[in-house]
């Protein structure tokens, strides 16, 4: 039986004249794919191009770089708001290090920020087991918290902005939780999509995914417990992108201690193969789905973030993703595929 996923690929070229090479003829090579679930499309071109450059973290210590950070320890409990009592009667809610806070520029009607560190400074290798289960334990707790007051808005994500260029206001690390409506044009693509594939097939987009990359098994990186660990055949990253699936989670409620064990148990291999390669820098998501439904299931996005030259401190943010709203990528995801499996092997 034939599958009902396809993952398109427009293979096409450049020729032009190299002036590196005495202006011999040259012909460069580049793709289109098409994301199997959306139909939206991405370019992967420069193969290898963009390469990690590295930022004197420690330098954020300095009082001169630092600034102000409300987040530290000693400015924490005077500088930063409290929730709502009828939200969280103690104001506040800590767990270890973690202490979640409600935004003090919201992105929605109930917008939660985890500060995950007392440090200000955190390097991925610094980003331990502990601190991470800490973190999420604590912001799934209120995202539940949330959908128990208020069920009116049926999404729920969390999203991370870790160190620059990734654009969060604050290197001290932190995550952002909320509840919404509004989530994002990409899940509500994903989560229409979705639907339209459960209607058409009579089966899970997510789980027939799952099924086939393990068929082709050049993009399926691995499994650990209930999650499952793909590099995206469609990169919203410019250095590639990982996708941790949870295909039998549909919502927040359904979201367990063992599953964030698992994700952060994923994490940490994404993290040592970040740390092999100079990544310093990632935006990350996850998504729940609403409730009375079986096709939308919980899934992580990680991308890593990096400055094209710390000469100009240029983005790797072009008019491709800001204004076609089209991801461009230098990473095959087979290749990315082939590297971090080492990873999830050991």
């Known amino acids: 039986m034939s599958s009902k996923i396809t993952f398109s690929i427009i293979e096409s070229e450049s020729s032009f004249l190299h002036p590196r090479k005495g202006f011999a003829p040259v012909t460069e090579r580049f793709q289109v794919r098409i994301d199997p679930l959306t139909g939206r499309t991405g370019h992967f071109s420069h193969f290898g191009a963009v390469k990690q450059q590295k930022l004197p973290l420690n330098d954020y210590e300095k009082p001169e770089v630092k600034g102000f950070c409300p987040f530290c320890i000693e400015n924490r409990d005077k500088t930063t708001p409290k929730f709502l009592t009828e939200i969280l009667p103690e104001g506040r809610k800590k767990r270890n290090e973690a202490t979640l ?8 009607v109930y917008s939660g920020v985890m500060i995950m560190t007392d440090d200000h400074v955190v390097p991925l290798d610094k980003l331990s087991e502990r601190r991470l289960i800490d973190a999420f334990l604590l912001g799934i707790d209120f995202l539940k918290v949330i959908k128990g007051i208020d069920r009116r808005l049926p999404y729920h994500v969390m999203s991370w902005n870790y160190m620059p260029p990734s654009g969060g206001g604050l290197v001290h690390p ?3 939780y909320f509840a919404t409506e509004y989530p994002g044009n990409q899940f509500m693509d994903e989560i229409n999509a979705s639907e339209r594939y459960f209607k058409e097939n009579a089966s899970n987009y997510w789980s027939d995914l799952i099924v086939k990359e393990k068929e082709e098994d050049c993009r399926y990186i691995g ?8 590099a995206s055949f469609v990169s919203l990253g410019i250095i590639g992108e990982i996708m941790c699936i949870f295909p039998d989670v549909f919502t927040i409620d359904a979201f ?3 599953h964030i ?7 940490i291999k994404v993290f040592k193969y ?12 996850l998504f729940f789905g609403p409730d009375d439904q079986g096709y939308f299931s919980c899934h992580f996005r990680i991308i890593p973030r990096t400055f094209l030259n710390t000469r100009d401190f240029a983005p790797d943010l072009n008019f491709f993703q800001a204004l076609l709203a089209e991801p461009i990528s230098v990473m095959l995801p087979e290749r990315l595929c082939d590297e971090v499996k080492v990873f999830f092997s050991a």
Do not use: C, K
Not at 101 to 108: A, E, K, Q, T, W
Not at 223 to 230: E, L, T
Not at 261 to 267: A, P, Y
């Open 174 to 176: 932190h995550q952002q």
């Open 223 to 230: 499994q650990i417990g209930a999650s499952h660990w793909i």
């Open 101 to 108: 806070i409600p935004n003090l520029f919201p992105y929605d």
């Open 261 to 267: 064990e698992q994700l952060v148990s994923g994490l």
């Open 256 to 258: 367990t201690d063992a």
């Open 274 to 285: 970040y740390i092999s390669t100079g990544v310093f820098s990632f935006n990350a998501s």
